[in-house]
Each structure stands twice: as structure tokens, then as C-alpha cells.
């Protein structure tokens, strides 16, 4: 049986790891290309994009693909949706794996968005200097408030147009409380913006924000394409392949 992982997470190497062992399945794993030098699983890999639904399709039927599991970033949402289309014409089965998102605790001061640009313009209101922990991409969102100053950390070198106040950090996960602690007591970060990623390698700054009263912009996940099963982690994921599939 041949799996495709769309991966790039932390969940899709695991995935892969665990795929590798099992007698009988041959996986290869997708990356989008779109960092640098990144962490390869085990396994076949493949990097770039399929050129839409249509072209993943072809590439499925070409390669005799029987399962497909989109295990990608959470925000990576045109993907999930071509992998829907392209699983559907192909009659394959897909799930998805993605890790459970964040629930504030309690001293949390979380603001809810669905966009960037929707962080955007509640950030004038909370703040003057912003951790923005959105990632490389986006940062156009951000770029006409030029009254504020931005704290960007991303793995790679951030995406043009970007806010004229702006201070890189390049940087990868995992994260420490106590790093992340100091980052915003060096900068006097008074307000930090976060995608819904999910997860523990990032989620010591929502913890460092609680303790220093500071409030959080958090932009809410995209939906999973309808119909498609979703596993909260990669030993789930498996159960929910062996049902799929039958093996």
C-alpha cells in the first residue's frame, strides 16, 4: 500500500516514522518547499507543489497512491482543500491529522480573529509593541501600522511588504518558558499575536504572556473540508488508516 503524507509538521515526521516499520507500506512524504532547510522524515520525499487539485490528482493515479493523509500546518488551508478534490476523483481515502488547538486558561486575555487582517486592526487598541509569532508569510497584513513596533520571529526571512518598525528574529522551535519569558521582557512586548497552531513546541509564549498580563491576538484555524476524517495525533491517524483501508 502506498500512503501519501502532506507533511512539514512535527506530526507528519512522526507519522512517517511510524508508517516506515509497518510491513507492506511504502510512504512518501510531501513538503510544500517553502522552508529552507527543513527537517526531512524517513522514507520517500517529494518537495514542491502539485499544481492544484487537478495536478495531485494525476500525481496520485501516476504514483498508485491508495491513501492520503493530510498532515499539514493547520493554516496551510488550499492544500487540505485540493488534497479533498484530488483524493475524491481519485477514490482514495484521506484523513487528516491535526494536532488540537489551544484553549485559553484561566488569567488568559485572548482576542479572537479568523484573519490577519482582522489581528491587524485590533492590535491598535492593545498594544505598541507586538510579538508577532504569525510566521514568514502575511506580513503584509500588518505593513500601514507604522505606529507600532513589531518583534517578527519566523524560521526564514520574512515575506515583503512587512511594517516599517520591524525587528526579525529567526528562530525554530521548540520554544522554552523561560526564553520566551525574556523575549518579552527585553523588548517590552505589550501585546503578542498567534495563529491557533496547536501544539507544545510554541505554546510556552501563550504561558509567558498570561504571567506578564499582557493580551494575545489569536487568529482561529480554518475549517477541515467537509466529510473528511480527522485524527488528533499520529498513533489516532493510524487507527483511522487501518479503518480506511482495511489493512
Known sequence: MHVLVLGGTTEARRLAESLVTVDGIRVTSSLAGRVTQPRLPPGEVRVG??????????????????AVIDATHPFAGTISFNAASAAAAVHVPLLALRRPGWVPAEGDRWHFTDSLEGAAGLLPGLGSRVFLTTGRMGLAAFAALDALWFLVRSVDAPDAPQPA????????????LEGERELIRRHRVDVLVTKDSGGDATAPKLTAAREAGIPVVVVTRPPVPAGVPVAG?????LVVLRDLTGT
Do not use: I, K, N, Y
Request: net charge negative.
Open 49 to 66: 507543489g502539485f499544481g492544484g487539485s487537478e495536478g495531485m490528482a494525476d500525481w496520485l493515479r501516476a504514483h498508485h497512491v491508495d
Open 165 to 176: 518598525r520591524t525587528e526579525v528574529l529567526l528562530d525554530r522551535g521548540p520554544f522554552s
Open 233 to 237: 495525533t499520529p498513533e489516532e491517524a
